[in-house]
């Protein structure tokens, strides 16, 4: 089965600068890459997501780069904010598989003011 | 309306009870998921429901039992738990399986006494 691993685990950054998350997945066939965001006591939101037939895809602070080749896609927030402080999670799925989406294990974001 | 709810928000219940969990969705949405989700882990899918049918059942034990009364509803029938079985309950729906995005309720925390 499909395999996705994310690193780092725990990342650290000061007020402004850039959060750079990285995650691989094993079986070619994925085609759906979503990030979430989980802020404590809360369920996981969708933050951004990009499929198999876009490199790369934007949405204000945030953008989403995927590397079909090497199976790789990461995650890039510029001037981090203290309320982007939360555990980011990636995950890959595909369109045969209905449902059923492989997490990584999550790194948790901690954004000092 | 992008709201997926859970009630209740904190369960405790003993061994030897019958609870249940339950997720709502106005969304139209024709997939709903259970996940299990203990601390620092990310979610584990536990079933998935397709136009209210059970497509997905992860493996999980009977004393876990899922029930879909209609494309809004998603309930999580609970008995003879353990002390282990203690984490976050999550729902999520999508239109679809697969590369659909999955929208996320805030959850049901239990525990196991």
């Known amino acids: 089965g499909e395999n996705v691993e994310q690193h780092p685990s725990t990342l650290s950054v000061q007020e402004g600068d850039s959060a750079v998350i990285k995650c691989t997945y094993s079986?070619?066939?994925?085609?759906?890459f979503p990030w979430y965001k989980q802020e404590l006591g809360k369920g996981p939101q969708l933050i951004i997501d990009?499929?198999?037939?876009?490199g790369e895809k934007k949405d204000q602070r945030i953008a989403v780069t995927l590397n079909k080749t090497a199976k790789h896609f990461s995650l890039h927030i510029t001037e981090t904010q203290p309320e982007d402080s939360a555990v980011y999670f990636c995950?890959?799925?595909?369109?045969?598989?209905?449902?059923?989406?492989?997490f990584g294990d999550g790194t948790t974001l901690t954004v000092k003011p | 309306d992008t709201e997926v709810t859970q009630t209740p928000k904190h369960l405790v219940m003993g061994m030897t009870n019958k609870k249940s969990l339950k997720c709502e969705q106005h969304?139209?949405?024709?997939?709903m998921y259970w996940y299990k989700q203990k601390a620092k882990k990310p979610p584990e899918l536990m079933f998935v429901?397709?136009?209210?049918?059970?497509?997905i059942n992860e493996s999980v034990p009977s004393r876990f039992s899922p029930e879909c009364p209609n494309s809004s509803l998603l309930n999580l029938h609970l008995h003879a738990l353990q002390p282990e079985d203690s984490a976050l309950y999550l729902c999520?729906?999508?239109?679809?399986?697969?590369?659909?995005?999955?929208?996320f309720g805030p959850g049901t925390r239990l525990l196991v006494l």
């Open positions: 999520a729906s999508s239109h679809a399986g697969g590369e659909e995005t999955q929208y």
């Open positions: 990009i499929r198999s037939n876009v």
């Open positions: 995950a890959a799925s595909m369109t045969t598989n209905a449902g059923k989406s492989t």
């Open positions: 079986d070619s066939a994925s085609n759906y």
């Open positions: 429901y397709s136009y209210e049918k059970l497509s």
């Open positions: 969304m139209g949405h024709r997939a």
